[in-house]
């Protein structure tokens, strides 16, 4: 079994959990309302909205700058799934279907190994001894 | 790859997170949440509050930087008293960038 998180934009919540049922997903668990993010761009800045890399340099001339007009972060929403080794690329590719535009801040995906799953109401354990 | 979840102090979390950004490390997510430790949290005047707010950063590093991480978080976020928090690490097996589409940090 495999953990699967997603970090994506707040307005696209509704539409990744419609494509996640719709490929057979229906199970989730989200952070209420939003979590705050931010990637190599070091959250929003008017002046430059996005550039490829952070270099050491970049960000210094960044920190001097900060607090003229910068969002530090962005608000995002954080959800996370627990899916089939099998079903990982199928959920993957489907987040990322509906989260791309191409654009800086789409956010990102981190899959992670879980070694036991317990069902609260039957006590059912799904041990997984081998990875993959 | 690593995930690194640290929850800190609330009014810890910005110097934290501006000493990660000097060292190189800039991307990172911050959740606000509650907790409580070994203390069972904290007693005052008799009441006891045991969900004690928190912020859990949470970021993805190359293994090869997670000490310089951990180490950074230490220094910043130490009081020496009860409630400093507690740093988790757990592996990281796929990253992938949404906009590209490609996989890696």
Do not use: W
């Not at chain 1, 996640?20 to 939003?34: N, S």
């Not at chain 1, 995002?76 to 690329?89: C, I, M, S």
């Amino acid at each position: 079994m495999k953990e699967i998180y997603a970090v994506i934009r707040i307005n696209k919540m509704q539409a990744t959990k419609k494509a996640l049922e719709a490929a057979g997903f229906p199970a989730m668990t989200a952070y209420t309302y939003r979590v705050m993010g931010r990637g190599k761009q070091m959250g929003l800045r008017p002046d430059e909205l996005s550039f490829p890399e952070t270099s050491k340099e970049k960000i210094k001339e960044i920190l001097a700058k900060e607090g003229k007009h910068a969002m530090r972060y962005v608000p995002k929403r954080l959800l996370y799934l627990v899916v089939e080794d099998a079903d990982v690329n199928k959920v993957v590719d489907t987040i990322i279907k509906t989260n791309q535009s191409g654009h800086h801040g789409d956010g990102r995906i981190f899959v992670c190994p879980v070694q036991e799953t317990i069902q609260i109401r039957t006590g059912e354990r799904i041990t997984e001894t081998k990875p993959n | 790859m690593k995930m690194i979840r640290a929850i800190v102090r609330p009014e810890k979390a910005e110097e934290v997170v501006g000493a990660l950004a000097e060292a190189g490390f800039v991307a990172l997510t911050k959740i606000d949440v509650v907790g409580r430790g070994k203390q069972k949290g904290i007693e005052v005047e008799g009441i006891r509050y045991d969900e004690l707010p928190k912020t859990m950063l949470l970021l993805v590093a190359r293994e090869e930087n997670v000490d310089e991480i951990v180490d950074i978080i230490m220094e910043n976020a130490r009081t020496g008293r009860f409630g400093d928090g507690r740093i988790f690490i757990s592996p990281v097996e796929e990253s992938y960038t949404i906009r590209t589409g490609q996989r890696g940090l």
